[in-house]
């Protein structure tokens, strides 16, 4: 994940997207529930997605 300060708002809210989803999978994994996966398989692709170039403080 980049930092905030180098990203635009659209950026910034994939970094938001990136925690929340982290946290969700985690309250996932605590109940047992297999979708955890795919909660931390969008938030890996959230927080990879803030290195995209349009995502970049302009």
Same mark, same amino acid.
């Given at each position: 994940? =980049?930092? @905030? +300060? #180098?990203?635009?708002?659209? &950026? =910034?809210?994939?970094?938001? $997207?990136?925690?929340?989803? *982290? @946290?969700? +999978?985690?309250?996932? /994994?605590?109940? &047992?529930?297999? /979708? $955890?996966?795919?909660?931390?398989? *969008?938030?890996?692709? $959230? &927080?990879? +997605? *803030?290195?995209?170039? #349009?995502?970049?403080? #302009?």
């Amino acid at each position: 994940m =980049r930092s @905030w +300060s #180098k990203l635009n708002n659209k &950026g =910034r809210f994939l970094l938001i $997207c990136c925690v929340v989803n *982290t @946290w969700v +999978s985690l309250v996932f /994994v605590l109940d &047992g529930n297999v /979708v $955890c996966i795919f909660s931390i398989l *969008t938030a890996m692709f $959230c &927080g990879l +997605s *803030t290195y995209n170039s #349009k995502y970049d403080e #302009k």
